[in-house]
């Protein structure tokens, strides 16, 4: 079945009902009042409804025509936003970004800069995942995400583009009440071994799984995220290395406690990563952007320049 209902029934109705006469909307829509009246009197007579009542001076939509436009307005908003879509589209702007970040990093300042995307280009949908280890490598080879933010360590063979941001300061922290609390230091990894330690799952669905900072011959504690792991060692379930940024304030509150390990970890290197084929003015807005913040190990990402004012 054919809807005699079309785009430009849809328009008269609505410029008529917006000027609040026929004549009016003519002039809106540069056509004649005749070509006006013969839209609306042909799309009641295909609907057997009449959409105007015709008893008044002005021109006032019937029940059934106001229902008929409130909902056609519905039709036309998403007609214009498909058009202003593939106009943006042809002109090199993707339709769609998916950014994964990695669950190390805090996300504001990433959203601080998708706020500002989004009032340059709201036509491009941007999709945020969160991705841990080697998730965010995984995310980007298999063509779940176009951009990854805080991918650790050095990425699978492929034509990958990089860009550093800086390296990841782990530190080993157990609850303020911990045991561990009274052992000699710097901990020997033997008085480390008793105790459970508190891993945060890998997010890769086809890369071999990555593992961080774990110490072999342990019992462990599997968790989603690093906001879990912080928890987990603040309440004492376990133990094991939490990125500093992440945890200034737990440490100055005294609900974490850093011990100084004999074999510390060193700092992982993070990057930014897309496929270097990928042209669209989407991915290359926010790589100039993600271009002009590096990351501080006892703050997170900041602009370049600054040391201690997160964005």
Not at 4 to 22: C, E, G, M, N
Not at 128 to 150: I, K, M, N
Not at 173 to 202: F, G, N
Not at 207 to 218: I, Q, T
Request: net charge neutral; proline share 7%; aromatic share 6%.
């Amino acid at each position: 079945m054919i809807s005699p209902i079309t785009l430009d029934a849809l328009r008269v109705l609505d410029a008529i009902d917006r000027k609040h006469s026929f004549a009016a909307a003519a002039d809106a829509l540069f056509r004649v009042p005749s070509a006006v009246s013969y839209t609306v009197s042909k799309l009641e007579e295909d609907l057997g409804v009449a959409l105007f009542d015709r008893s008044r001076r002005r021109a006032v939509l019937t029940p059934v025509g106001r229902l008929v436009l409130d909902q056609g307005r519905h039709i036309l908003d998403a007609v214009d936003a498909l058009t202003r879509v593939v106009q943006s589209v042809a002109d090199g702007w993707e339709a769609e970004l998916r950014i994964g970040v990695d669950n190390v990093l805090d996300p504001e300042p990433i959203y601080h800069l998708i706020g500002a995307f989004n009032r340059l280009r709201p036509q491009t949908e941007i999709r945020v995942v969160e991705e841990v280890l080697g998730g965010t490598w995984d995310a980007l080879t298999s063509g779940r995400c176009d951009l990854v933010v805080g991918a650790a360590g050095e990425g699978p063979p492929g034509h990958i583009a990089t860009m550093p941001l800086g390296a990841v300061e782990f530190v080993f922290a157990v609850a303020a009440d911990h045991p561990l609390c009274e052992a000699e230091r710097p901990l020997a990894a033997a008085a480390i071994r008793p105790w459970p330690t508190v891993v945060v799952a890998d997010s890769s669905r086809y890369l071999p799984a990555r593992s961080s900072g774990l110490l072999d011959g342990r019992s462990r504690i599997v968790v989603p995220t690093f906001a879990h792991k912080v928890e987990a060692q603040r309440q004492g379930v376990g133990v094991g290395f939490l990125p500093r940024h992440r945890i200034v304030d737990e440490l100055a509150a005294g609900h974490l406690r850093e011990l100084p390990l004999a074999e510390p970890r060193l700092p992982q290197p993070i990057s930014v990563a897309w496929q270097a084929a990928n042209k669209g003015k989407a991915l290359a807005w926010f790589i100039a952007e993600l271009g002009r913040l590096r990351f501080d190990a006892g703050v997170g990402l900041v602009a370049n320049g600054t040391s201690a004012n997160p964005l």
